[in-house]
């Protein structure tokens, strides 16, 4: 039986209260900015997807990340987004207050864009 995203979320806040309130403050951010994609619970996090796969939340030990599946392709002209492979790159957060909420949006608008 596949876990539903609600569960996740209260999972998330079980182990971290601070992770807790990082994802969900993004997943209503995803929601808000992307409100056709599908959300559901996929590689231990939460995956949206609309024709095709294009973000996803995902609660570590010590932060969140929003991770895009077409990342590399995304303007980022304030230089935030991590990593180096040839597609994905993700933003990271440690805490609530590092959530630019008109950013993050933005980010999630050209990646839905992709998809």
């Known amino acids: 039986m596949s876990q539903s995203p609600d569960t996740l979320i209260d999972a998330i806040g079980t182990a971290s209260p601070t992770n807790h309130a990082i994802a969900t403050t993004l997943r209503a ?3 808000s900015a992307a409100p ?3 959300e559901t619970v996929k590689y ?9 796969p294009f ?3 995902f ?7 929003l991770e895009f599946t077409r990342g590399a392709e995304l ?14 790159r993700h933003l990271r957060f440690t805490s609530p207050d590092q959530i630019d909420a008109a ?12 998809a």
């Open 29 to 31: 951010l995803v929601r």
């Open 59 to 65: 609660a570590y030990a010590a932060h969140v990340t």
């Open 55 to 57: 973000c996803g939340i």
């Open 103 to 114: 950013v993050v949006s933005a980010y999630v608008t050209q990646a839905a864009a992709l």
């Open 75 to 88: 303007d980022d002209p304030a230089g935030l987004l991590r990593g180096g492979g040839q597609y994905r």
């Open 44 to 52: 231990g996090g939460l995956y949206y997807a609309g024709a095709r």
């Open 36 to 38: 056709m994609a599908e």
